[in-house]
């Protein structure tokens, strides 16, 4: 025998699933949006410069952003990540706890590299904008930051003695880029010295490429230099 039911209320149970799925579908679909639009990104790399540090883990909003850990002199590459504000911290690689935390703001469409350092023996952070607009033909960009300890004056980098790209440099401050010639050879001088610290040879400078070069380490017998190529 056939059974009929009578109950009004669930003629309308079809419509208004129906009705329900639509909602959560577009939600969906908002949220999707609003996470894969390039447009509403920034890329961030991180640079692991602290000399004798463990390999670090960095979290953004309290998210691992890189399943590797990053060793010292190493980098990650660029993780594409929202516009806005974050918390940040290096941490241990396989630890949570943070060696340095920080705030950071990140705008849409730009490009940033998160630095783990240290000053003195406290960890630190440095962020840095990075302009990957192309050099002039048959030329590179080049900047610089001292990440290094063993100065107690700010420095200068040069082509030579009598001609110095950037002067007076405060510890963990970034330098504007500089246009040079491919196969450059850079120094490094205490500010206002003529005397040679540490050299950046010549054949680590290709055209067409964009670089970070800074400077680690304790004392002025174990300084060396690391180059990050930023495109």
Do not use: W
């Not at 401050?173 to 540490?198: D, E």
């Amino acid at each position: 025998m056939k059974t009929q039911i009578n109950n009004p209320a669930l003629k309308f149970l079809p419509i208004a699933f129906i009705a329900a799925a639509s909602f959560f579908s577009s939600c969906k679909k908002n949220n999707d949006d609003d996470t894969t639009n390039a447009s509403l990104n920034a890329n961030v790399k991180v640079v692991n410069a602290a000399d004798g540090s463990q390999s670090q883990d960095f979290y953004l909003d309290n998210v691992k952003l890189d399943a590797s850990a990053v060793a010292y002199a190493q980098g990650s590459n660029y993780f594409s990540e929202k516009q806005g504000s974050h918390t940040a911290k290096f941490t241990n690689s396989g630890s949570t706890t943070a060696n340095v935390s920080f705030n950071v703001s990140l705008q849409a469409d730009s490009n940033y590299t998160i630095y783990y350092t240290l000053n003195g023996s406290t960890s630190a952070s440095v962020v840095t904008t990075d302009n990957l607009t192309a050099p002039a033909a048959n030329m590179a960009k080049v900047r610089f930051i001292n990440l290094s300890n063993a100065f107690t004056a700010n420095v200068d980098f040069g082509l030579s003695a009598t001609s110095k790209l950037i002067t007076n440099l405060a510890a963990r401050v970034v330098s504007a880029y500089s246009q040079v010639a491919a196969g450059t050879t850079f120094y490094l001088y205490s500010a206002g010295s003529v005397t040679t610290m540490l050299t950046i040879p010549a054949t680590t400078i290709q055209a067409g490429k964009i670089y970070t070069i800074y400077v680690s380490g304790s004392t002025t017998l174990d300084l060396t230099y690391n180059i990050v190529a930023e495109n």
